[in-house]
């Protein structure tokens, strides 16, 4: 329990740092291209309402990844919390680190 309060802890303060340099959410446009890229606010990708296609932006994020994602929102009818993808199989400690700078969950599903 206490690890869990932990990591719970540390994507709350990741989560407060990278959503107080601004975002953009991605909403169904591309990725920002390479020449861009270096100057873009981060893209933002909301987990209770965001797809397949727009969760693959993630860096890290592939087809599997964004589905298991995807079908484990369905499954408990949406996240509540971002931590809530670190039981979702292919996501670990590294790669939800990583994920907090570019996704959010707004309300719930």
């Known amino acids: 329990m206490a690890k869990i309060a932990q990591r719970e802890s540390l994507a709350a303060l990741l989560l407060a740092l990278a959503l107080a340099g601004g975002w953009v959410h991605a909403g169904g446009g591309a990725a920002p291209d390479a020449v861009g890229a270096a100057s873009a606010r ?10 397949i296609a727009e969760l693959q932006v ?7 990844v964004a589905g298991a994602v995807l079908a484990e929102r369905d499954r408990r009818a949406g996240y509540q919390s ?7 199989k292919g ?19």
């Open 42 to 51: 981060p893209v933002r990708v909301d987990l209770s309402r965001d797809g």
């Open 58 to 64: 993630v860096p890290g994020v592939g087809p599997t």
């Open 82 to 88: 971002l931590s809530e993808v670190l039981g979702v």
């Open 91 to 109: 996501v670990g400690e590294t790669l939800y680190l990583s994920m907090c700078r570019y996704v959010e969950v707004q309300n719930g599903r």
